[in-house]
């Protein structure tokens, strides 16, 4: 986790427990969707999938821009970026009214993915992905948000003046934000119902399932030394178990169960535990059942 400027920058494993510690003071109930068109990962200068352009750079270049048009500070909330890396504005906290959508910032959260995600742009990143998918069920998760296109909304559902409209509609909606081919299935309603709400809502059950939390290598390797210790008991108690009922008499009980059978002491000296036998060549060496035997009498350990 980087500070630096007007920004904080962190990995997509640390923004769960970051945003688990945050105090949210004001009533978050819609989470919009914004593809930044410029800056994209032609401006981010990609090469072999990696930006040459530094994060804050561009982060400090989109604050910039912003408030060259007047606004108080950078337009939206949180930021991705093709390496899978999260940026949270700081002029623009989580409890601040975004700049995303004219006329619909209240109670809304702005994020922003960079990239340009219109047919003809940029193909969005495996790390990219994956970042907006833990990204916003994590959001749902500490907002308590049931995962929808009402409570998840792209920047095309709504007109210029900021009126919902529900889906994308070419020449009505303001805008193609997050861009016509993005999630790779577009910017309509029914693109988001099928695969983009879907997969927040598969992640959102998989961090509720305890399944989100990757485990460290410490954490491993404590696990391994756990399960080598769970099996080694599994094995003792096969073996006490094991040597409670016995097979047959042992030979160091032998004389004393026929001393102990001769006496009519017990009927038969079969399918006795090891207690039992133990028992009854104690009392046979005692002299319980007569005199004892020649046969010397050793017991197993
Ligand atoms: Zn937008």
Same mark, same amino acid.
Request: charged share 25%.
């Given at each position: 986790?980087?500070?630096?400027?007007?920004?904080?920058?962190?990995?997509?494993?640390? =923004?769960?427990?970051?945003?688990?510690?945050?105090?949210?003071?004001?009533?978050?109930?819609?989470?919009?969707?914004?593809?930044?068109?410029?800056?994209?990962?032609?401006?981010?200068?990609?090469?072999?999938?990696?930006?040459?352009?530094?994060?804050?750079?561009?982060?400090?270049?989109?604050?910039?821009?912003?408030?060259?048009? /007047?606004?108080?500070?950078?337009?939206?909330?949180?930021?991705?970026?093709?390496?899978?890396?999260?940026?949270? &504005?700081?002029?623009?906290?989580?409890?601040?009214?975004?700049?995303?959508?004219?006329?619909?910032?209240?109670?809304?959260?702005?994020?922003?993915?960079?990239?340009?995600?219109?047919? /003809?742009?940029?193909?969005?990143?495996?790390?990219?992905?994956?970042?907006?998918?833990?990204?916003?069920?994590?959001?749902?998760?500490?907002?308590?948000?049931?995962?929808?296109?009402?409570?998840?909304?792209?920047?095309?559902?709504?007109?210029?003046?900021?009126?919902?409209?529900?889906?994308?509609?070419?020449?009505?909606?303001?805008?193609?934000?997050?861009?016509?081919? =993005?999630?790779?299935?577009?910017?309509?309603?029914?693109?988001?119902?099928?695969?983009?709400?879907?997969?927040?809502?598969?992640?959102?059950?998989?961090?509720?399932?305890?399944?989100?939390?990757?485990?460290?290598?410490?954490?491993?390797?404590?696990?391994?030394?756990?399960?080598?210790?769970?099996?080694?008991?599994?094995?003792?108690?096969?073996?006490?178990?094991?040597?409670?009922?016995?097979?047959?008499?042992?030979?160091?009980?032998?004389?004393?169960?026929?001393?102990?059978?001769?006496?009519?002491?017990?009927?038969?000296?079969?399918?006795? &535990?090891?207690?039992?036998?133990?028992?009854?060549?104690?009392?046979?060496?005692?002299?319980?059942?007569?005199?004892?035997?020649?046969?010397?009498?050793?017991?197993?350990?």
């Amino acid at each position: 986790m980087i500070t630096k400027g007007n920004f904080l920058l962190m990995e997509r494993r640390e =923004f769960r427990d970051w945003l688990k510690a945050q105090t949210i003071t004001r009533k978050i109930e819609r989470l919009q969707v914004h593809h930044t068109a410029a800056p994209n990962y032609v401006t981010r200068r990609m090469v072999a999938g990696l930006a040459q352009q530094d994060h804050f750079a561009c982060l400090e270049g989109m604050r910039t821009f912003h408030l060259s048009q /007047g606004w108080s500070g950078t337009g939206q909330n949180i930021t991705t970026f093709e390496d899978g890396k999260i940026a949270i &504005s700081l002029d623009r906290n989580l409890n601040a009214t975004p700049a995303g959508i004219k006329g619909a910032n209240t109670g809304a959260l702005c994020i922003e993915h960079v990239g340009n995600f219109d047919k /003809g742009g940029d193909t969005m990143t495996e790390a990219q992905r994956d970042t907006i998918v833990h990204l916003y069920a994590c959001l749902c998760e500490k907002l308590s948000i049931t995962p929808s296109v009402n409570t998840i909304v792209y920047h095309a559902w709504y007109k210029a003046d900021g009126t919902w409209l529900g889906d994308y509609a070419a020449g009505k909606s303001s805008k193609t934000c997050p861009g016509t081919a =993005f999630w790779g299935a577009g910017n309509s309603k029914a693109a988001a119902q099928k695969s983009f709400i879907p997969d927040i809502a598969a992640e959102l059950a998989k961090l509720k399932n305890g399944d989100g939390d990757e485990m460290t290598t410490e954490e491993k390797a404590a696990f391994k030394t756990l399960q080598e210790t769970v099996a080694a008991q599994a094995k003792r108690i096969e073996t006490l178990e094991g040597r409670e009922q016995m097979a047959k008499v042992p030979a160091w009980a032998e004389a004393a169960c026929v001393a102990a059978k001769k006496a009519g002491v017990i009927d038969t000296a079969n399918d006795g &535990s090891y207690d039992f036998y133990r028992f009854i060549t104690v009392l046979y060496r005692r002299g319980f059942f007569g005199t004892v035997g020649a046969v010397p009498v050793k017991e197993a350990k």
